[in-house]
């Protein structure tokens, strides 16, 4: 899981705010008077010049085609790294294996939706292999999608050493649901729609009640459920700012099957109840305590400012952490903490993958259907696993311009 938080981190732009600075559900940043996102036309891999016009490596020869994709394969020429651990072989391995799982998906792209997606909206530009990648903080990835400059197109860049790495080279068909999961970033990095902007919320942050490390520790239950019920009073927010719940269907508890809301906010409504429900039993319960001690903990000492679930169409993941960099680290509290604001987002449709840490607790119901008992767990494994200590710049900018529809 811990892969999930920061995975694909482009930097797509900055944002440039002014006045006094507050975190909406989606770890973007809003103020009481101004936000403005800058977008950059190129993405920035470290070691690997960029060509002028796409803003990805170069590439060198026409390419492998795909019988019947708009799209080709392609080899980086840019320089190797010499740590890579890769030969001319390997390097030709992993460019017939992309070839030969694409070409698997192509004659079935009625089984990858997102692949079939970004298909009939030509959303895909390019496929380049490279013998590592990595993002502009050095960071190496599986694969990345960068923009380019032509509106609604992106690169796929997918790393030689990592297919080596994870035993794919030569086995298409094992790369092919991995490959699949990719597309949904392809479709949303292309898409060029309006986003959503956040509503800006108002929050008090110099008297939070935030407590250090310690003297959680040495909380009861109850008073550990006290301080998080004056969180809930000051900023801890349980309700996304977009408000992507309205007027969406819901599940009742164990149930497949969505059903209408009676009233526009009813379905979100419901949701608050629930999140808040989870968390009381996270902050209370001696179980999490000993299982999931970081779930307790920055549930209390301020770090994170949004539990809540949303309705995000575009990402197939069934919970994410987002957590802002470094530079948009806020102070809070009387000592003064500086913290970097930390979002946990429920997809209310989504179903757990089998990599998730919580894939037995949702005995594969969608999000919005678990009970507060199975959402407990759930909220606290995600904390547990993708809460951490440093700056997401490189991702966090693509982040925060996603938006519930």
């Given at each position: 899981?811990?892969?999930?938080?920061?995975?694909?981190?482009?930097?797509?732009?900055?944002?440039?705010?002014?006045?006094?600075?507050?975190?909406?559900?989606?770890?973007?940043?809003?103020?009481?008077?101004?936000?403005?996102?800058?977008?950059?036309?190129?993405?920035?891999?470290?070691?690997?010049?960029?060509?002028?016009?796409?803003?990805?490596?170069?590439?060198?020869?026409?390419?492998?085609?795909?019988?019947?994709?708009?799209?080709?394969?392609?080899?980086?020429?840019?320089?190797?790294?010499?740590?890579?651990?890769?030969?001319?072989?390997?390097?030709?391995?992993?460019?017939?294996?992309?070839?030969?799982?694409?070409?698997?998906?192509?004659?079935?792209?009625?089984?990858?939706?997102?692949?079939?997606?970004?298909?009939?909206?030509?959303?895909?530009?390019?496929?380049?292999?490279?013998?590592?990648?990595?993002?502009?903080e050095g960071?190496?990835?599986?694969?990345?999608?960068?923009?380019?400059?032509?509106?609604?197109?992106?690169?796929?860049?997918?790393?030689?050493?990592?297919?080596?790495?994870?035993?794919?080279?030569?086995?298409?068909?094992?790369?092919?649901?991995?490959?699949?999961?990719?597309f949904?970033?392809?479709?949303?990095?292309?898409?060029?729609?309006?986003?959503?902007?956040?509503?800006?919320?108002?929050?008090?942050?110099?008297?939070?009640?935030?407590?250090?490390?310690?003297?959680?520790?040495?909380?009861?239950?109850?008073?550990?459920?006290?301080?998080?019920?004056?969180?809930?009073?000051?900023?801890?927010?349980?309700?996304?700012?977009?408000?992507s719940?309205?007027?969406q269907?819901?599940?009742?508890?164990?149930s497949?099957?969505?059903?209408?809301?009676?009233?526009?906010?009813?379905t979100?409504?419901?949701?608050?109840?629930?999140?808040?429900?989870?968390?009381?039993?996270?902050?209370?319960?001696?179980?999490?305590?000993?299982?999931?001690?970081?779930?307790?903990?920055?549930?209390?000492?301020?770090?994170?400012?949004?539990?809540?679930?949303?309705?995000?169409?575009?990402?197939?993941?069934?919970?994410?952490?987002?957590?802002?960099?470094?530079?948009?680290?806020?102070?809070?509290?009387?000592?003064?903490?500086?913290?970097?604001?930390?979002?946990?987002?429920?997809?209310?449709?989504?179903?757990a993958?089998?990599?998730?840490?919580?894939?037995?607790?949702?005995?594969?119901?969608?999000?919005?259907?678990?009970?507060?008992?199975q959402?407990?767990?759930?909220?606290?494994?995600?904390?547990?696993?993708?809460?951490?200590?440093?700056?997401?710049?490189?991702?966090?900018?693509?982040?925060?311009?996603?938006?519930?529809?």
């Amino acid at each position: 899981m811990i892969h999930r938080l920061t995975q694909y981190g482009l930097q797509s732009g900055r944002l440039i705010a002014s006045c006094r600075a507050v975190v909406g559900a989606f770890g973007a940043v809003a103020v009481m008077c101004s936000v403005l996102f800058v977008p950059e036309t190129r993405a920035n891999h470290q070691g690997h010049p960029a060509h002028p016009e796409t803003g990805t490596p170069p590439v060198a020869g026409e390419g492998r085609e795909i019988s019947g994709a708009p799209f080709r394969v392609f080899l980086s020429t840019g320089p190797a790294v010499s740590d890579s651990g890769l030969d001319a072989a390997d390097l030709d391995a992993a460019v017939q294996t992309v070839v030969d799982a694409l070409t698997i998906m192509m004659q079935h792209r009625a089984n990858y939706p997102r692949f079939d997606e970004s298909l009939a909206k030509q959303a895909l530009k390019q496929v380049v292999i490279e013998p590592v990648v990595v993002n502009d903080e050095g960071k190496a990835f599986p694969f990345l999608v960068a923009r380019t400059k032509e509106p609604g197109r992106v690169t796929l860049l997918i790393s030689a050493s990592a297919l080596k790495a994870k035993g794919h080279l030569n086995h298409p068909d094992a790369l092919i649901p991995v490959l699949a999961r990719e597309f949904q970033w392809v479709v949303s990095k292309a898409d060029t729609a309006p986003k959503a902007k956040a509503v800006s919320v108002e929050r008090e942050l110099q008297t939070a009640p935030i407590r250090t490390d310690e003297e959680i520790a040495g909380l009861s239950a109850e008073e550990r459920a006290r301080l998080l019920q004056q969180l809930f009073d000051a900023y801890l927010r349980t309700v996304d700012d977009q408000k992507s719940l309205d007027g969406q269907p819901l599940y009742e508890v164990g149930s497949r099957t969505p059903i209408p809301p009676t009233h526009t906010d009813s379905t979100t409504k419901l949701y608050d109840i629930r999140i808040r429900e989870a968390l009381q039993k996270i902050v209370r319960e001696p179980y999490f305590l000993e299982q999931t001690p970081k779930a307790v903990r920055n549930l209390l000492n301020g770090k994170i400012w949004n539990v809540t679930y949303v309705k995000i169409d575009q990402r197939d993941w069934a919970t994410r952490t987002r957590v802002l960099s470094e530079e948009k680290a806020v102070v809070v509290g009387e000592r003064r903490q500086r913290i970097q604001p930390a979002a946990i987002l429920i997809n209310v449709h989504r179903i757990a993958s089998s990599d998730d840490p919580f894939y037995r607790d949702t005995q594969g119901l969608p999000m919005g259907a678990l009970s507060a008992d199975q959402l407990a767990r759930v909220i606290a494994l995600e904390i547990q696993h993708n809460i951490q200590e440093k700056s997401l710049s490189g991702h966090t900018a693509q982040d925060a311009l996603t938006t519930p529809r």
